[in-house]
């Protein structure tokens, strides 16, 4: 019976069709012959499986996976030294195999199933994988592609640190201090930031092509936002180009003063309409104007004051984004800038700076009061978009914008 077994099986595969002998052993034939393939073979075994990959080195990993708001001292004054690691570093996936291969490919998805995978190809027993999401579980796939078998891994798992998600843009004489703002959870945990829909960062104007083309291309930026009245986009005809004066902080000229306020609103439209999206926004530092709308953006969508802090001063581990520590641009001394901004929307009274000393700490500050505060409002999203409607309604800003912005940057979790 055995015997018999055996010769139906190879005789059906000599007629084209596919059949199992054994566990997780199929045979198929192919112009070239009979090809045995091993699935789920226990050849190869991934040391990656099961593991927490950070994305983050050096002092900006050390930062960001130990931070806590303190504007008196901010952790950025810490690690801030010049010496940064603001760009990713790739997640590496390593693997076993107890015989040899010609090649390896690895299918890679967020999905178990892994539909929608990528497919990546390499001669070695490791493969580096750039630009993932932030604490976001993957699932991968080993294939061994050997002189006459194909063998596959069953498949492993991995997730990435839930730390922020840098961009690598290489720039002609520093990197762009460009994020995802996406990954981060609403305080009540029912919801998430998108990630892969919008990104901040500094001026690309001087980034190399490769730069240019990656967010072109593989990050498929269709809207560049502009927030220092540049008429002219660093990346080209070919996106949707916005540019306005938009406000920093709750300074002259901040988001308060009405002379800015179609600026915001514009900004805030660009947000509203599906269509945008994804959007690269930026000023010339990516940190004061870029950092006034991304926390805005986040605090309307219910983000944790935690990680609108983190996110904001995290600028300063980029070289870019650290221009002026000399000068008035401290991480100190523009976290408190930060900090009177937060608790202008969020506790309805304030400080204004009127004058600075050296370092950009403020010398004098008048009192200032959101005239638009909604007492009844209890939580930091209600109370900023409660701001954000009020004074803002005569340029387009209502419910219906508010509601759009939110369905086109949360996800359900």
């Excluded at 990680?307 to 221009?323: A, H, K, P």
């Excluded at 409607?389 to 979790?413: C, H, M, P, T, W």
Aim: net charge negative; charged share 20%; glycine share 8%.
């Amino acid at each position: 019976m055995k015997k018999k077994r055996l010769f139906s099986l190879l005789t059906a595969s000599t007629l084209g069709l596919t059949a199992v002998i054994g566990v997780g052993v199929q045979i198929s034939t192919s112009a070239s012959g009979t090809v045995l393939t091993a699935v789920h073979a226990p050849a190869i075994t991934s040391d990656t499986d099961g593991k927490t990959v950070n994305l983050l080195s050096g002092n900006v990993y050390e930062f960001a996976s130990n931070y806590k708001v303190n504007v008196a001292w901010p952790l950025s004054m810490q690690y801030s030294n010049g010496q940064t690691n603001y760009e990713p570093t790739p997640a590496r996936i390593t693997w076993t195999d107890s015989h040899s291969a010609n090649y390896y490919t690895v299918k890679l998805s967020k999905n178990a199933d892994l539909s929608n995978a990528q497919t990546f190809a390499t001669f070695t027993n490791s493969l580096d994988v750039e630009d993932l999401f932030m604490g976001t579980k993957y699932y991968y796939q080993v294939i061994a592609h050997r002189d006459n078998e194909t063998i596959q891994s069953k498949i492993f798992s991995f997730e990435t640190a839930y730390l922020p998600r840098t961009i690598s843009l290489p720039a002609t004489y520093r990197d762009t201090n460009s994020r995802d703002i996406g990954g981060y959870y609403t305080e009540d945990g029912k919801h998430r930031i998108k990630q892969g829909v919008a990104y901040r960062g500094a001026e690309v104007k001087s980034c190399t092509q490769e730069a240019k083309n990656k967010l072109l291309y593989n990050l498929g930026i269709k809207t560049e936002l502009a927030l220092h009245n540049v008429s002219t986009p660093d990346l080209g005809a070919s996106v949707n180009y916005v540019y306005v004066e938009s406000p920093h902080y709750v300074n002259y000229g901040g988001i308060h003063y009405a002379m800015r306020a179609q600026d915001l609103a514009t900004a805030l439209l660009t947000f509203a309409n599906a269509d945008n999206y994804p959007i690269y926004f930026h000023c010339q530092l990516g940190r004061d104007r870029t950092g006034t709308l991304a926390f805005l953006l986040g605090a309307l969508c219910g983000v944790s004051a935690d990680d609108l802090y983190r996110d904001f001063e995290l600028s300063y581990l980029s070289n870019y984004g650290s221009i002026g520590w000399d000068g008035n641009g401290t991480p100190k001394a523009k976290v408190g800038q930060f900090e009177r901004m937060f608790r202008y929307i969020n506790e309805g009274v304030s400080k204004q700076d009127t004058a600075h000393d050296n370092h950009g700490d403020p010398i004098s500050q008048d009192t200032i009061t959101n005239p638009h505060f909604d007492s009844t409002a209890t939580t930091l999203a209600e109370r900023t978009a409660s701001y954000l409607k009020a004074f803002l309604k005569d340029y387009g800003i209502d419910d219906q914008v508010i509601s759009a912005i939110r369905a086109n940057l949360l996800e359900e979790v």
